[in-house]
């Protein structure tokens, strides 16, 4: 869901002028306000957080994400969460147990750090939590504590997919445009995509002669 809010994201600011731009070096720049990427992500809610633990299981969801603001040095945001079906494993005496929780109803404010790897093409999102509130139909226990050494300071890959080519037509030739994605930073107020377009053109004669073998 997040890889096609940004397709969409990439779409929206080709059409609006003035955040589109390139560089001597053939760089492209996108920009994203905070306001349009807080849409994007509103239309892309629910969304599961990976709660792979050997202490903690369950299903956690974001449902709701409030007051985004996007920095120099990350994003800020407040982010409600609901836990499903939760459970503390620990061990006594060298045996594991479950301990059933239920659900949960977390709101933290949360101030994430961003790193990409171009090679991998993935986006590391890591969050530093403050202001936790949570409220659960069972005994709370140590569960803040735990959801919040779980969620704070980690960092949660997404995977960002390739994006599709820019086809034109001409006379005589095929011009394909795709573009990589080389670098996510954040500014004041927007987050920066750096992409390198690799531009390939293909002859409609040529097209032919392959056709024919």
Do not use: W
């Amino acid at each position: 869901m997040i890889r096609s809010t940004f397709c969409i994201l990439l779409l929206l600011n080709l059409l609006l002028p003035g955040h589109l731009s390139a560089s001597a070096s053939k760089m492209i720049t996108l920009t994203v306000p905070d306001s349009v990427l807080s849409q994007a992500l509103d239309k892309s809610l629910p969304i599961s957080v990976d709660t792979e633990s050997s202490t903690l299981s369950g299903a956690i969801t974001i449902v709701k994400i409030s007051n985004l603001q996007i920095h120099d040095q990350g994003i800020s945001c407040r982010i409600a969460l609901h836990g499903d079906d939760m459970h503390l494993n620990t061990e006594i005496g060298g045996h594991v147990i479950k301990l059933k929780v239920g659900s949960l109803q977390l709101d933290l404010q949360c101030n994430a750090v961003l790193r990409f790897d171009p090679a991998r093409q993935m986006l590391y999102v890591k969050p530093v939590i403050s202001d936790l509130k949570a409220s659960s139909t069972a005994a709370q226990g140590d569960i803040d504590a735990l959801l919040l050494a779980f969620l704070n300071n980690r960092e949660f890959p997404v995977k960002m997919k390739q994006m599709e080519p820019l086809i034109a037509e001409t006379s005589g030739k095929t011009i394909n445009i795709n573009m990589n994605i080389v670098g996510i930073h954040t500014r004041q107020g927007v987050l920066q995509f750096d992409i390198m377009p690799q531009i390939q053109s293909t002859s409609h004669s040529t097209k032919k002669k392959q056709k024919n073998f």
